[in-house]
């Protein structure tokens, strides 16, 4: 296998690997990339002068194995080296070389306690004030004589006419009362003024008829409060009965200001919360308010609630429909923070990676509260101080998930086993001792096809060293192997006829 020293292509090699793993190539080898400065394979034995690598694999293809270094016949790039220490014992987790990590642009950041602020932002629109509008009515029968000119949509001041009405019926009561009045009997003429009043006169049009001495059955229905004119229901020449509505008046003094907020997101709201409110039809310009209510209905196709917040409208020009954006103010409260980048969603659950001593990584499942900025609030599965990765850890999850590394659960300091682990598939063939000794034994084995493997001679680790006992360099043995995430281990091995 022919071996390129130049200085560029390797580089170029390597840059092209994390483009490949940033891009979602599945993290296939991070934990097992030495990160060595590209450069002939001696460079990498030189620096790893005290071990001796298992087999080569390219970190693309990370189930081919090679015996000796060189190019990969995949990429254009260097095999890298497999050690048999690189599975880290016991510990849970991925390796990552600090030089790789470099590499990869990883970034840890420490689990902190700051100050959250509940603040946060929706959309909404001017309406009217429902509770501040006007009905308009007759109180008795008539027939409307004059109009004045006026139209849904006006906006009129308080007590400005709408119509005038002839009342026939009160000539006669008004000249009954006036006649009484002039005999002198107070309680005749308190009779016949209760009896005006029952017929929907006003006491100003009683203090009229008393005043002139004349009969009025005109009667002038203004406005008791100004706004703008909602309804109106008078033409000249119409029939009105008594109680009929004519108008109807909605204030401008204050507007509601309905705004939608998530309902994930709408728990700390509560009635007299201050806000702050900008319109795009005023720019630059911020109106204050509280929350008046908050309606108990959620909409079902936004998943929304309605926040009705009263603001003050001088001028009159505040108008329903107007777009608003309003901020909600709120206390700040302490909470334990992450960078909001830290968090891996998968959709069933939030993890994160923790960086560990020596070079470890391991995924922690999560819970999440509130968001504001850049952090996210974590309620539980980190404590502080923790050291977690901010930048790359999509990289180390793939890693991860391919190691068959268990994410520390939340509430637990580590996953535990609720099945024993099915023992591991043995793949046997026959070999030649190469070299042996307590720990490893390097064999030129013929091909294995259950696993795609040519014959080659690589390194096996050996962990039971009663294994190869009454074996020695030269022998021809049968032995069977399997793969953890150390690498090929042999587990039995007997000699056979022949050298």
Do not use: C
Request: aromatic content about 4%.
């Amino acid at each position: 296998m022919t071996e390129d020293v130049s200085p560029i292509r390797p580089r170029l090699a390597i840059a092209g690997l994390v483009i490949a793993l940033a891009a979602g190539a599945g993290g296939y080898g991070i934990a097992r990339w030495t990160g060595h400065p590209a450069g002939a394979p001696a460079a990498i034995q030189n620096a790893d002068s005290g071990r001796k690598p298992l087999y080569w694999y390219d970190p693309m293809v990370p189930s081919q194995h090679f015996d000796k270094p060189g190019k990969s016949p995949f990429m254009d790039m260097q095999l890298v080296p497999k050690y048999a220490d690189e599975g880290g014992g016991d510990a849970p987790g991925v390796r990552i070389d600090p030089d790789t990590s470099q590499t990869l642009g990883l970034r840890t950041v420490a689990v902190r306690r700051g100050e959250l602020s509940s603040s946060l932002t929706a959309t909404g629109t001017i309406d009217f004030n429902q509770r501040d509008i006007a009905i308009v009515q007759t109180r008795t029968s008539g027939f409307i004589q004059r109009v004045y000119a006026r139209a849904p949509g006006d906006v009129i001041g308080a007590g400005a006419p709408l119509a005038d009405i002839l009342v026939p019926e009160w000539g006669g009561a008004q000249t009954e009362f006036l006649a009484v009045r002039r005999a002198g009997n107070a309680a005749l003429t308190q009779a016949a003024r209760q009896r005006l009043m029952l017929l929907g006169m006003s006491p100003g049009t009683i203090a009229s008829v008393e005043r002139t001495g004349r009969p009025q059955t005109v009667i002038t229905i203004s406005t008791p409060t100004g706004g703008v004119i909602k309804t109106l229901d008078v033409r000249a020449g119409m029939t009105m009965t008594a109680g009929q509505t004519l108008a109807e008046v909605n204030g401008l003094g204050t507007v509601w200001l309905n705004a939608a907020v998530p309902e994930a997101i709408a728990g700390p709201l509560r009635p007299g919360q201050k806000v702050q409110a900008t319109l795009a039809a005023f720019p630059g310009e911020t109106l204050s308010g509280r929350v008046s209510a908050i309606l108990p209905e959620t909409q079902i196709d936004s998943r929304t609630l309605t926040v009705r917040i009263e603001l003050p409208n001088r001028g009159g020009r505040l108008r329903p429909g107007m777009f608003a954006s309003v901020s909600f103010g709120g206390s700040t409260q302490a909470a334990l923070l992450v960078p909001s980048e830290a968090l891996i969603r998968t959709g069933k659950r939030t993890l994160v990676m923790l960086a560990l001593d020596k070079g470890r990584y391991r995924p922690a499942e999560v819970q999440t509260g509130r968001e504001s900025g850049d952090d996210t609030e974590i309620l539980a599965g980190l404590s502080e101080g923790e050291k977690i990765v901010a930048s790359g850890q999509f990289l180390i999850d793939s890693e991860a998930s391919l190691s068959g590394v268990e994410a520390r659960p939340i509430g637990g300091p580590a996953p535990t086993a609720a099945k024993p682990a099915a023992p591991a598939a043995l793949y046997e063939t026959t070999g030649k001792i190469e070299q042996i000794t307590s720990t490893s034994v390097t064999l030129s084995h013929e091909p294995v096809p259950a696993i795609g493997w040519p014959a080659m001679t690589m390194t096996f680790a050996l962990p039971n060293p009663s294994v190869a006992r009454g074996l020695k360099v030269g022998d021809r043995v049968r032995f069977g192997f399997d793969q953890p995430p150390a690498g090929p281990t042999v587990h039995r091995m007997a000699k056979v006829g022949g050298q």
